[in-house]
């Protein structure tokens, strides 16, 4: 019987692969420990590439945060990008990236953040809190205080290092 759409060829390249996660001895590059976050892509996406960033840190007052995200390149290629326009346009502003590095480094109250802005007023301070709580780099936990949803820590500090922020301290492949 022919199989003009190549299904058997798919279903055994699919068996293939679920075998290969179901083997509790199978070493792949994402479990290696000498393993980069390149090879885990060749072995994951290996026929148009992707892109993926992760993170693991200790923020102050104890709280933690492990994150990771990949996305296969042929999706953020044939994406429509002016939908991210809004959370790219947000951290577009030195006021708001310095809010973001407060809020980071602990300081949530809005006193405090009016504090570190010093001569600006309540209003405009208001203004950047808004832009940054709507594009979902913070969320209000309460009256007054703010905080970084776990999910956007990584990708914030993705965003300061792909933009050049930072040059200490970096690991190149």
């Not at 703010?146 to 914030?156: F, G, H, K, S």
């Amino acid at each position: 019987m022919d199989d003009p759409s190549g299904l058997a060829d798919r279903i055994a390249a699919l068996e293939a692969r679920v075998a290969k996660l179901e083997t509790p001895d199978a070493l792949s590059p994402r479990l290696a420990a000498d393993a980069t976050v390149l090879d885990w892509l060749r072995t994951e996406a290996p026929e148009g590439g992707g892109v993926a960033f992760a993170g693991t840190l200790a923020l102050p007052g104890g709280r933690r945060v492990e994150w990771q995200m990949g996305h296969p390149a042929s999706g953020l290629l044939e994406a429509d990008w002016r939908d991210i326009a809004p959370a790219l346009a947000a951290l577009g502003h030195p006021v708001r990236l310095l809010l973001l590095n407060a809020v980071l480094a602990g300081t949530q109250e809005t006193a405090a953040l009016a504090e570190i802005l010093g001569d600006g007023t309540t209003g405009q301070l208001h203004h950047h809190l808004r832009e940054l709580t709507a594009a979902g780099w913070l969320r209000a936990e309460r009256r007054g205080r703010y905080d970084i949803p776990a999910d956007r820590v990584v990708p914030l500090l993705v965003a300061i290092a792909a933009a050049g922020g930072p040059q200490t301290g970096q690991v190149r492949q």
